[in-house]
Every structure is written in structure tokens, then in C-alpha cells.
């Protein structure tokens, strides 16, 4: 029988078919799923044999991973700004740059503050219920078009034992119905339809509606910084993820809606990632 040393160093082979080798964490995250154990223990116990089933479950998941799949899906969670996140194809797999969107909400938020936040196309509720776990006086409203992503954000609320936060079906800025927020935020889709990004593997895993927004990727951009002055206070923010390559045409679509005080800001990687601007507070200001 195998120990759990030889399993992952098998899985870490590259196959006779010329499959690329699993990463050695890849491995161990899936290994700790099956065994339902914390990494530390197989470092501490490497000798250990499991048992048949649990041997033949960590193969069919390294067949999966080694097919594509993104290891969120096959494990069923994720862990975002330190926040648990269970998920499943209905939801976008959050990723580290969008941890940049969030912490430029909480440094807009003042930590005692009792604002009303939407996070639009919440998906699995990453960014919205990061803001409501740290900003615990902050209403949160989280939409999404898609009713099977919002049951996934319920549940994922709920587990995480929040209370500020409430889920409303619908595109973008429609669920507030004449709900004004003092910040909106959003990790629209603002991949092109024809953006060679695409044909990697593990993107055709994800749900294409929060992948890809048009023929110009600045589709849904555009259309949340059309409408959601409407649903900002006076002087209230808009803060938007985009592509490394939409800072400038965004800053342009924002300003043409007249939006002020518009600045960007880079993921940890230095691309520039997340827009922020803000509803004027001037006398004679309209909407739209």
C-alpha cells in the first residue's frame, strides 16, 4: 500500500501520456481534501498508508486536476481575504487581485461607519462579504443575475454566521430599486469575446456570463458606470475591477458620466486593476 509520501510524489510525475505534473501543492491540497486533514499533518505523518477508498479518491481527483479542471471546483472551496468560501460552476473562482478591489472599499470606509454597500454580480459573495466581515455596521446589499450564484452566496453568508448582508436578484444596480449607497462596488466580466486569454484550460470550468462581457470587454463596465450614479449619495464612490489594459478607456467612460476624482489602482502584481471615482457633490449634478 502506498504511504502518504509516495502519493504525492507520484502525483507530482509527469505521465505516460505527456500530462504536465501536478505542483507539489496542488497535490497536498487535494490529498488534505480527501483525508479531510490540514497540510501540517501530512508533513508531520508521511509514512501513514490510507486506507483503499481514500487512495482511489485522491487518483480520480488528480485525473480531474490533471484534465483542467481549476482545483476550487473539485475541492469546493476557496479561501478569500481570509474569508472560507464554498463554491461550485455557477461562480466565478475569486482570485488574489481581486483582493485589491477590497481593500481599497475598506479604506474608503471609515471603520465605525454605517454605510450601505451594493457589491454587484456578487457571485460566490467574495467581495461583499470580505466588506460585511470587516465593516460589521455596514449594510451590504450583494446582487447577481443568477439565482444559483446567490444560493451559493446565502450559504456562504450564513456559514460565516453574517448578518449585514442581504441578497437581491437582478442585473447590476436594478435590485436597489431607490436604495442609495455611499459605495458601489464590482468585479464585473471585462474579458473581449475574442481575447486569446480565453482558451486557457481551466477558464472553460467558469461560468462565461461573469467571464466575458462583449465584443469589447468594456461592455458591462460601461453599463454600471451609466447607471450607478442614480444609486450613489452625493459624493458617493464607484469602485470597479478591470483588465491591466482598461484603465484608460475606463477613466474615459467615467468621466463622460461625469464622475470626478477618478484614480487607479494596481493588484500586487502591478497591473492596473481596480478604478475608483466619485458622484460629484456640486449643485446642478444629473444623473445619467
Not at 278 to 286: D, M
Amino acid at each position: 500500500m502506498a504511504t502518504l509520501d509516495t502519493l504525492l510524489r507520484e502525483a507530482c510525475v509527469p505521465s505516460a501520456g505527456g500530462t504536465p505534473p501536478l505542483t507539489r501543492l496542488d497535490a497536498e491540497l487535494l490529498l488534505c481534501h480527501v483525508l479531510s486533514r490540514p497540510r501540517s499533518f501530512l508533513h508531520a505523518r508521511p509514512e501513514l498508508t490510507p486506507d483503499a477508498a481514500a487512495v482511489e479518491r485522491f487518483r480520480a481527483l488528480l485525473q480531474r486536476r490533471r484534465a483542467g479542471e481549476p482545483l476550487a471546483y473539485i475541492t469546493g472551496e476557496r479561501e478569500f481575504w481570509s474569508v472560507a468560501l464554498k463554491l461550485n460552476r455557477d461562480t466565478l473562482i475569486p482570485r488574489p487581485e481581486t483582493e485589491t478591489l477590497v481593500e481599497q472599499a475598506l479604506i474608503a470606509i471609515p471603520v465605525e461607519a454605517n454605510w450601505t454597500v451594493a457589491d454587484l454580480g456578487t457571485g460566490s459573495g467574495a467581495i461583499g462579504l470580505a466588506i460585511a466581515s470587516e465593516r460589521p455596521r455596514c449594510r451590504v446589499i450583494a446582487t447577481d443575475v443568477s439565482p444559483a450564484a446567490l444560493d451559493v452566496a446565502r450559504a456562504n453568508a450564513s456559514a460565516l454566521g453574517l448578518r449585514n448582508v442581504e441578497f437581491r436578484h437582478g442585473s447590476w444596480v436594478a435590485p436597489l430599486g431607490d436604495l442609495t449607497c455611499e459605495l458601489i462596488v464590482s468585479n464585473p466580466p471585462y474579458i473581449a469575446e475574442q481575447d486569446a486569454h480565453l482558451a486557457a484550460p481551466e477558464l472553460s470550468y467558469e461560468p462565461h456570463r461573469a467571464l466575458v462581457a462583449g465584443p469589447s470587454g468594456l461592455e458591462a463596465l460601461a453599463a454600471i458606470a451609466a447607471a450607478a450614479p442614480a444609486r450613489l449619495v452625493a459624493g458617493g464612490s464607484l469602485m470597479l475591477e478591470h483588465g491591466y489594459d482598461q484603465r484608460e478607456p475606463l477613466a474615459s467612460l467615467l468621466a463622460d458620466a461625469g464622475y470626478e476624482n477618478i484614480r487607479c489602482y494596481r493588484d500586487l502584481s502591478g497591473n492596473d486593476r481596480v478604478t475608483a471615482a466619485r458622484r460629484p457633490e456640486r449643485e446642478g449634478y444629473r444623473d445619467g
